[in-house]
């Protein structure tokens, strides 16, 4: 007689993780903070604003989260404040990088200091946190790490030569990071979302000429997306059912790039 196969639960249980989430003050970092802490993780949130970051406390189930204010432009100092709070707060199982910004500029009006900063957050930061957390001591035996790109570093979009150019280098990074640490039980993993509600979108929808951030929006056949559609995404690629899943991009973006 054939033996069924042992069945097993859908592995979505986060209990007594810890996680670290950048950008957790705003939008998707916010919302990936609500979905980890009712999945039962304890979240180490970074943000600069620490009334913001208190806000995004005020909406967690648990209570064993902490606040971390930090400008991920002091990139130099990355690793060493990494290793001295893990020192305290003990290894982490994984990392969320949400933390970005986005400046709409033609290139005739592309100076060099907005093209610096955009790569200093969106990826030099991304690149000293992966760093810092393969050190010893800074995170977990098995481990995993999620960064945020975006449709735009897969397709193109006038006015965002920075930022798609930054979102472009985070796919890359991630599938070598991924070759580099899967010897050491890190796995690293890029999201691309589409259009989101966020204070970022309201920022693009301001910068935009008339009309276009209504064209982007009805490009998405989905309509355009909400936090939680990520934060469930990144969720999931954090999670034990995303173990054998490493170096690679998920798009959710409502059907933009199908197109
Ligand atoms: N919304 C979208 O449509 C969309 C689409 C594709 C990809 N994404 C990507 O998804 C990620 C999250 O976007 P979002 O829409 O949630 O953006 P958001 O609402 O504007 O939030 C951005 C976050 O980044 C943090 N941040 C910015 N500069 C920082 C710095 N120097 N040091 C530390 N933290 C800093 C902000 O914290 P403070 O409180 O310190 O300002 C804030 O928490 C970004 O990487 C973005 O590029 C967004």
């Keep these: ?111 060099c200091d907005t093209f610096d900063e955009t790569m200093q957050i969106n990826v030099a930061a991304a690149v000293q946190l992966a760093k810092g957390f393969r050190q010893r001591g800074v995170r977990a035996e098995r481990a995993s790490v999620v960064f945020l790109s975006s ?9 965002l030569v920075a930022y798609s150019a930054s979102k472009g280098a985070l796919i890359a990074l991630t599938k070598s990071l991924a070759l580099e640490h899967a010897g050491d039980g890190i796995r690293f993993n890029c999201i691309a979302p589409g259009l989101v509600e966020t204070e970022m979108a309201q920022r693009l929808q301001k910068a935009l000429p008339p009309g276009s951030y209504e064209t982007l929006l009805q490009a998405h056949p989905l309509g355009v997306g909400k936090p939680e559609d990520i934060a469930h995404a990144i969720t999931f690629l954090l999670s034990d059912a995303a173990r054998w899943i490493t170096g690679t991009t998920l798009v959710v973006d409502g059907g933009y790039t199908a197109q």
């Excluded at 007689?1 to 249980?13: A, G, V």
């Excluded at 209990?15 to 980890?36: F, M, N, P, W």
């Excluded at 970005?100 to 005739?108: A, C, D, S, Y």
């Excluded at 449709?151 to 006015?159: E, T, Y």
Aim: charged content about 15%.
């Design 151 to 159: 449709m735009m570093g897969l397709v193109g979009q006038a006015g």
């Design 1 to 111: 007689m054939s033996q069924k196969p042992e069945l097993q639960r859908y592995p979505t249980d986060f209990s007594g993780r810890k996680i670290l989430v950048t950008g957790a003050s705003s939008g998707i970092g916010r919302a990936t903070c609500v979905s980890l802490a009712s999945l039962g993780a304890q979240l180490t949130l970074v943000g600069r604003d620490h009334s913001r970051l208190q806000e995004t406390i005020s909406q967690l189930v648990g209570c064993n989260h902490r606040v971390e204010v930090f400008d991920l432009l002091h990139t130099s100092a990355i690793c060493s404040w990494m290793k001295n709070l893990a020192a305290e707060l003990g290894p982490w199982d994984g990392l969320v990088h949400s933390a970005g910004i986005l400046v709409t500029r033609p290139l005739r009006y592309l100076d």
